[in-house]
């Protein structure tokens, strides 16, 4: 099957890290953009960092940026998330998506024009 599948969520401790896996099956994520995601009970969806398809090049929110540092190892067809620093109010829904827009335009399309989804993968920061 054509999917996103994340993995690596938990519950982890205040300050504590998590490393998040965006992984594909049934196609290459060559080519793609792909980027994180994050939707906490009750609020909006949140753009948080994507990484470029071919050069590598990332861009983060300013929310998370300096704790949070997308990456991707094309040969194992996944992309990463790692978040340092956790805290309370980085609990939520983690997504990863996928599109073949390039990185500075990744973030402005629609929920529906992204050509894949993820099904999430629950973080939860408490002590």
């Known amino acids: 099957q054509v999917q996103l599948v994340e993995s690596g969520g938990g519950l982890v401790q205040p300050g504590g890290s998590l490393r998040l896996s965006c992984a594909a099956s049934?196609?290459?994520?060559?080519?793609?953009?792909v980027g994180w995601f994050r939707q906490a009970s009750g609020k909006e969806r949140e753009a948080l960092s994507c990484?470029?398809?071919?050069?590598?090049?990332?861009y983060t929110e300013d929310s998370v940026k300096g704790r949070f540092t997308i990456s991707r190892d094309n040969a194992k067809n996944t992309v990463y998330l790692q978040m340092n620093s956790l805290k309370p109010e980085d609990t939520a829904v983690y997504y990863c998506?996928?599109?073949?827009?390039?990185?500075?335009?990744?973030?402005?399309?629609?929920?529906?024009?992204?050509?894949?989804w993820g099904q999430g993968t629950q973080v939860t920061v408490a002590s």
């Open positions: 049934g196609f290459s994520l060559d080519g793609y953009t």
């Open positions: 990484i470029d398809s071919t050069d590598g090049e990332t």
């Open positions: 998506a996928a599109d073949h827009k390039p990185w500075y335009h990744f973030f402005l399309l629609d929920k529906n024009e992204y050509e894949y």
